[in-house]
């Protein structure tokens, strides 16, 4: 492995690069006269919601006007979020999208740490306040979300003329690869982080195979036998439930009773842990769950899987991603060997469950098969990032004979926030300069010695806050 990863690193320094401009992390003058607010409004169809100060950027939140269908811009439009940190327009730009809402909060992407550069954030259309009115649920696909980035990108290109590159993490890193494939000409890289790659939804046997050998045997056996006596003491932890829902006003309509909710949350368990936690976590699970209180294992439970998950209250930001779930990006299946068949009344809900049922939806399995494909055989210039521990990453995306100058890692001991700085060196260093390289700012020293790369751009505590946001429901 080791001589591998050498000969890719020497191999860098023939590939021809995209630029051999220098790499100084200090802003050169703007370029023109107009201020960059100004340029950023006089593109039709952009307004400003706010304008917030960080030192050495600019951060604006804005709102675009989008077409409903991109492939009939006539029938109507709507407002999408967008979000920039303008730094200067002399750097490379980093397209982010989270595959959610946006972040109003200034944040950098590891990306735009790296090559030191102006980000642009999209939120996800039809997740709010970026949803149509009414909401044609139809037009709620890969391809129209895609459709969303190529306009944005087309609108900005002609303030930010330099390199491009998409990324996001877990649904964003789905979004920056859908994007990649249907507008292929448009970004100079791609860096998607635990991007889940769920080709054939009904073959899920790689999750099991991940919770049969993931972390160590005394932290699995932890972790499962919390799960199975949250189900054993169904009956007395569920009056506890009924009080909690009712003490905060939760409702279970959508997804159809209290019962049906409690045992979502309960099978989300183990995933949740590996998820959002390290293997060193396991010290806080209940190390004798069967003499545990039952104090003890609901606070547990919700403290990973969190009980208000699948309560119309909890459901309701997510109704945009389980209807994408349950239409074209799949769902994962799993089993539990280690609980018996008594416990289980209902098994891993599909999305349909998690979609108030006014809105039709139907299951389109080309979907992923051809974006599958079309990596496999046509990536240029992209890096996956995965994590050894992750869930989402046991169905990863993978390049074939076709592919160029793309890679895909994986983060030794990572959870669902597995990045590039948790690569082993020779990967880090790697993927640091294949990112410079695509950014056009990779200097020469970099282009001859690929493993001297670092981030161009000094860490900065809150601009780089990068934890996993704990969601609590089983989503990427």
């Given at each position: 492995m080791r001589k591998a990863l050498r000969w890719l690193l020497a191999l860098t320094v023939l590939i021809g690069t995209l630029s051999t401009a220098g790499a100084a992390t200090a802003a050169e003058p703007e370029s023109g006269t107009a201020d960059i607010k100004e340029r950023l409004l006089s593109i039709p169809g952009m307004s400003l919601v706010e304008e917030k100060p960080y030192t050495g950027y600019r951060f604006f939140v804005l709102n675009y006007t989008q077409p409903v269908d991109h492939r009939r811009p006539s029938k109507?439009?709507?407002?999408?979020?967008?979000?920039?940190?303008?730094?200067?327009?002399?750097?490379?730009?980093v397209f982010f999208t989270s595959g959610y809402n946006v972040s109003t909060t200034p944040r950098r992407s590891e990306p735009t740490q790296i090559v030191d550069g102006n980000q642009v954030s999209l939120e996800y259309?039809?997740?709010?306040?970026?949803?149509?009115?009414?909401?044609?649920?139809?037009?709620?696909?890969?391809?129209?979300?895609?459709s969303d980035q190529h306009r944005v990108f087309k609108a900005l290109k002609g303030i930010y003329d330099k390199k491009w590159i998409s990324t996001g993490g877990s649904k964003g890193?789905?979004?920056?690869?859908?994007?990649?494939?249907?507008?292929?000409?448009?970004?100079?890289?791609?860096?998607?982080?635990v991007a889940p790659n769920d080709v054939v939804n009904r073959e899920d046997s790689a999750y099991d195979r991940f919770f049969a050998t993931v972390g160590t045997k005394e932290c699995r056996d932890r972790l499962n036998a919390v799960q199975r006596e949250a189900l054993v003491r169904r009956e007395q932890l569920e009056k506890k439930y009924s009080a909690f829902a009712e003490e905060n006003g939760l409702t279970f309509t959508t997804i159809g009773s209290l019962d049906k909710a409690y045992e979502a949350t309960v099978l989300d368990y183990v995933w949740g842990f590996w998820q959002y936690n390290l293997l060193s976590g396991c010290d806080q699970i209940p190390a004798d769950a069967k003499n545990a209180t039952d104090d003890e294992i609901w606070d547990s439970v919700d403290t990973i899987a969190g009980f208000s998950a699948y309560a119309d209250q909890g459901l309701t930001t997510y109704t945009p991603y389980y209807y994408q779930a349950g239409t074209q990006l799949?769902?994962?299946?799993?089993?539990?060997?280690?609980i018996e068949k008594k416990y289980i009344r209902y098994g891993y809900q599909p999305p349909r469950n998690f979609v108030p049922r006014d809105i039709p939806m139907r299951f389109q399995p080309q979907a992923m098969r051809d974006v599958d494909t079309w990596v496999r055989h046509n990536a240029r210039h992209m890096l996956f990032v995965n994590g050894e521990n992750d869930p989402w990453s046991a169905e990863p995306f993978r390049v074939g004979k076709g592919a160029k100058d793309s890679y895909v890692f994986t983060a030794p001991g990572m959870n669902h926030g597995a990045n590039v700085a948790g690569l082993v060196p020779?990967?880090?260093?790697?993927?640091?300069?294949?990112i410079l390289d695509w950014a056009g700012v990779a200097s020469g020293t970099v282009q001859a010695d690929p493993r001297s790369a670092k981030p161009l751009a000094k860490f900065d505590a809150k601009l780089d806050k990068r934890d996993v946001q704990r969601e609590m429901t089983l989503r990427p």
């Open positions: 109507g439009t709507f407002q999408q979020r967008i979000t920039v940190l303008h730094k200067d327009v002399s750097r490379p730009t259309r039809f997740f709010t306040p970026s949803r149509p009115e009414p909401a044609d649920w139809s037009k709620l696909d890969i391809w129209q979300a895609a890193g789905m979004t920056a690869t859908y994007y990649e494939r249907f507008y292929p000409r448009d970004m100079d890289g791609v860096v998607a982080y799949g769902a994962p299946t799993i089993h539990f060997p280690h020779e990967q880090k260093a790697l993927a640091t300069a294949r």
